[in-house]
């Protein structure tokens, strides 16, 4: 039989504040709409063994949001990439490319670094 928590993700325990809740309410974020993101293309090789890759920063967007377009990036180079700290990491020099598919995908404030 698993053990019932009896604490929440904060680690409270127990408190003595009458009005106290217990649960957590999300913070609501406002994301910028695609066209007004100031997205920055950068090579990059650092910590990499000497590999290049492509990472493309500033996006203002839910995480689900940017593993899709993470997906479609990765399909339109033809390599692979991931996604961290809301940047998106694509293997090898394809900053031209990326920025291509950005401005045709209405991310108009694109820049190549």
Request: aromatic content about 8%; hydrophobic content about 35%; some cysteine.
């Amino acid at each position: 039989m698993p053990k019932k928590k009896l604490y929440n993700s904060d680690g409270i325990v127990y408190s003595t504040a009458e009005n106290f809740d217990f649960s957590n309410e999300e913070e609501s974020y406002e994301f910028l709409p695609s066209n007004e993101q100031l997205l920055k293309v950068v090579l990059d090789k650092k910590h990499r063994a000497g590999k290049v890759v492509s990472i493309i920063k500033g996006f203002s967007m839910k995480a689900e949001e940017i593993e899709s377009v993470a997906k479609k990036l990765k399909a339109f180079c033809g390599s692979g990439g991931s996604v961290k700290d809301d940047e998106i990491i694509i293997q090898g020099d394809h900053r031209d490319k990326i920025l291509q598919w950005l401005l045709k995908n209405n991310f108009t404030k694109s820049r190549k670094i």
